[in-house]
């Protein structure tokens, strides 16, 4: 099946619309016709250079949803016609993580930075025009027209879902709102701090209000992007971490905040620092955003790490299992308690993706969707 996509050929590098000839799916495989994809800064991340993947060319996306096309032999589950979320984290089902309530850890996760088949690492399932084998993000792509993917990748939603809105569900949605309830632990009457309010931090504040935390303090330097938070729940919206950190010791008897979940654009130790220096004794610091991936260390004080026993938490979806978060982030957004739409500033087509992360790094979105 002949389908266009964003592609790198190279990182850093920048995204370059492309023919692909994506393949008919095989045994366990859907192909499916792509509705919407949220532009998430990890894709940016890819074109940087911060996040490398193994294999190039590469077509980018990883958080989209469309309509099942084609069904592989044998495939149980889908039909033709079907509404699907993917999750850029495939869950198998059967390996220790997925089968102990951890989704999001499922060992099939070592290989979505290859981006080929998870049976044969030399197996691509999208090529460019002249034969190149084009691996696909998260083993996804859905920066194309048409993907071909694992059925481990695909939630199967209801019919009337709209995808081109219910796409923020298989990355940004499940990754900020569980970055409050599930690896921050947000408690009732918490004060909470979120660092950075994209489409992360958006879902972020609002997981920390429905865990019933009584202070939301947001932290971005852009003015739209505090007027944002505000909407969705935060109580207070600050330019910078000195200013949180106050307000949060305000609030809490000179303590500090309970949770600080850090989802900047590109995250440094530098952020993760600042974010321990603003929480209590035992207080959780969530680190969800992503950087350069190859820098380590962290320069927090050890002995405040003892002496306080604060605690530094990675957060990878927001500790979600996508099976059971994908869907029950839609039933709430269905119910009017989960706000997806308020998120997504602007539209784009899959030629104009260039000028949707020139406004994401202008600051101007809080989400860009492609439609496709
Ligand atoms: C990231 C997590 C690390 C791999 C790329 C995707 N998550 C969401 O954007
Ligand atoms: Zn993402
Ligand atoms: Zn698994």
Redesign the pocket.
């Known amino acids: 099946m002949k389908s266009r996509g964003a592609v790198l050929r190279q990182s850093p590098g920048k995204f370059e619309i492309v023919d692909l000839e994506v393949d008919d799916p095989r045994q366990n495989e859907i192909r499916v016709k792509m509705v919407a994809s949220g532009l998430?800064?990890?894709d940016d991340?890819m074109a940087s250079g911060d996040?490398p993947v193994a294999v190039y060319p590469v077509c980018g996306g990883?958080?989209g949803g469309g309509i099942v096309e084609a069904v592989g032999p044998n495939t149980k589950g889908f039909e033709p016609g079907d509404k699907v979320i993917f999750s850029?984290l495939p869950a198998c089902g059967k390996c220790r993580w997925c089968s102990t309530g951890h989704q999001n850890l499922c060992d099939l996760g070592a290989l979505?930075?290859v981006g080929s088949r998870w049976e044969d690492q030399t197996s691509f399932r999208m090529k460019l025009d002249d034969g190149t084998p084009v691996a696909q993000a998260?083993g996804i792509s859905t920066f194309s027209e048409y993907t071909t993917v694992s059925v481990d990748s695909a939630i199967k939603v209801p019919a009337d879902t709209p995808l081109e809105k219910a796409c923020l569900l298989g990355?940004a949605a499940g990754?900020g709102w569980g970055s409050a309830v599930n690896t921050g632990e947000v408690r009732p009457g918490d004060t909470v701090i979120v660092m950075g309010i994209g489409g992360i931090g958006a879902m972020a504040v609002q997981g920390a209000v429905h865990a019933g935390a009584a202070q939301v303090i947001a932290v971005d330097p852009v003015a739209f992007k505090r007027e944002t938070a505000e909407s969705l729940g935060a109580t207070h919206a600050v330019k910078d971490m000195d200013e949180a950190t106050e307000l949060a010791k305000s609030f809490t008897n000179g303590q500090g905040a309970d949770v600080a979940i850090v989802t900047v654009g590109v995250i440094t130790g530098q952020h993760v620092a600042e974010a321990f220096a603003s929480v209590r004794k035992q207080g959780n610091v969530v680190v969800t955003a992503?950087g350069n991936v190859t820098e380590v260390g962290l320069p927090v004080p050890i002995l405040e790490l003892i002496l306080f026993e604060k605690k530094i938490k990675g957060s990878?979806?927001g500790s979600s299992s996508p099976r059971a978060d994908i869907p029950k982030l839609l039933d709430l957004y269905r119910a009017g308690m989960l706000k997806l739409d308020e998120l997504i500033t602007t539209e784009y087509s899959l030629d104009d993706i260039g000028r949707g992360y020139d406004d994401m790094h202008a600051g101007t979105n809080i989400r860009g969707v492609i439609r496709f």
């Open positions: 998430c800064h990890s991340h996040l990883h958080e850029f979505v930075l998260l990355c990754t992503l990878l979806f």
